[in-house]
């Protein structure tokens, strides 16, 4: 029977290593890809990943197990990582804010994003590259904007888990995946548009 | 203001099935009324679910062997509580080991025990010098040339018995050392 993350947070301050090791492989997957999502870039995602998992080992006494284990360590992910995102902005590396400079979004025309993504299974393909566009517009989000998008569109994290993780109230988290959605939008649109105007690359299967 | 934002914002939450009842049929009334709200809808959904896709081809993707084992080659042991330890080991031992758990016990108590016996038994000799012990023999007058014995591994010789008035005190000598001794 699988252990709850509770009880082997519970065994690991018993002195259990082999407990925290469990802790570590059950959510490695969704820590790197919480990183990755955020800087997009592989070494870099595994190092956040990494120290993610350093930090709870070193400061898992301040967790009092009031909320979620998962919240408190994909907290900590997303903060190295953001982390990370301004010590580039700081060094001048490779960060664009054009798309936060335009805070008003004004949506494409409704429905077209509907048709040229899909909203069924495609082809690997297909797959691979719709991927790699959404991870391009995803990296061109502001901070705040990406961070939120990730959280809830990887493991569909609720409102409620999403205010105590980013700490901000709830009516904020649902206007601000509003406009993190909708900067989305704006800039998958600009990329179809460039790709191939006459068939949509989410073409469906079948 | 245009109203646009707010219900394009419960939209938003709509498909995240985070409204009330109340905004819900906002939303949903909304809806049927107009469809250019409908492909919105839809425009959301598709993303949503790609990039959910993307996310998830990454993460399954990513050639993560060895990263638990990196992870906790970087960690420090940690070292819960003596006390905690002791019930771990304690509670350990009694599910798994009661016999050697009481072959422990036993042998404690025969250590103890043994101390206690050679402690009363007294001193054991450990070859060095008892400086401080007394002489066997009453107390006498020694004569000058005389060895006294001093301890039990060693004579001192007697040098003079003229000791200052009012004070019995004697020159001795051990080794080619002079000693003082006070009575």
């Known amino acids: 029977m699988e252990l709850d993350d509770l009880t082997l947070l519970r065994r690991f301050q018993e002195g259990d290593q082999r407990a925290f090791k469990l802790l570590v492989e059950r959510y490695q997957r969704k820590v790197y890809a919480i990183a990755y999502g955020m800087v997009k870039d592989r070494d870099t995602a595994e190092d956040i990943a990494q120290e993610a998992f350093v930090r709870v080992h070193r400061y898992i006494d301040h967790f009092k197990g009031d909320s979620s284990f998962y919240t408190w360590l994909y907290r900590i992910t997303s903060n190295l990582a953001i982390d990370h995102l301004r010590s580039q902005k700081a060094r001048g590396e490779a960060y664009d804010e054009a798309v936060q400079a335009s805070e008003s979004e004004t949506l494409p025309e409704g429905g077209v994003l509907g048709t040229r993504l899909g909203t069924n299974p495609q082809k690997s393909a297909l797959r691979r590259e719709l991927a790699e566009k959404m991870e391009e517009a995803l990296s061109q989000l502001p901070e705040k904007h990406r961070e939120i998008l990730v959280l809830r569109e990887l493991d569909g994290m609720s409102y409620e888990d999403l205010a105590r993780v980013l700490k901000i109230p709830k009516g904020t988290v649902m206007s601000r995946l509003f406009h993190a959605r909708a900067k989305m939008q704006k800039l998958l649109t600009g990329y179809l548009e460039g790709d191939r105007p006459e068939a949509g690359i989410g073409e469906e299967e079948g | ?183």
């Open chain 2, 1 to 183: 203001m245009s109203k646009e934002p707010d219900i394009l914002t419960l939209l938003s939450a709509y498909r995240d099935g985070e409204l009330s009842p109340r905004e819900r049929e906002k939303v949903e009334k909304a809806l049927a009324a107009d469809p250019a709200l409908q492909a919105r809808l839809v425009d959301m959904e598709a993303v949503s679910l790609r990039l959910h896709e993307a996310l998830q081809m990454r993460a399954a993707g990513a050639d993560l062997a060895g990263f638990s084992d990196r992870v906790m080659q970087r960690l420090g042991k940690r070292r819960a509580p003596l006390l905690e330890r002791l019930r771990v080991a304690l509670s350990e031992m009694l599910e798994f080991r009661p016999l050697q758990l009481a072959a422990g016990a036993v042998a404690a108590v025969l250590i103890v025990a043994v101390s206690v016996v050679a402690l009363r038994s007294g001193p054991v000799d450990t070859g060095a010098p008892q400086i401080a012990e007394a002489p066997a023999e009453p107390p006498r007058l020694v004569a000058p040339g005389e060895r006294v014995a001093m301890t039990r591994e060693s004579l001192v010789k007697v040098l003079s018995v003229n000791a200052p008035e009012g004070r019995d005190t004697m020159l001795l000598s051990s080794n080619g050392t002079t000693l003082i001794y006070v009575q």
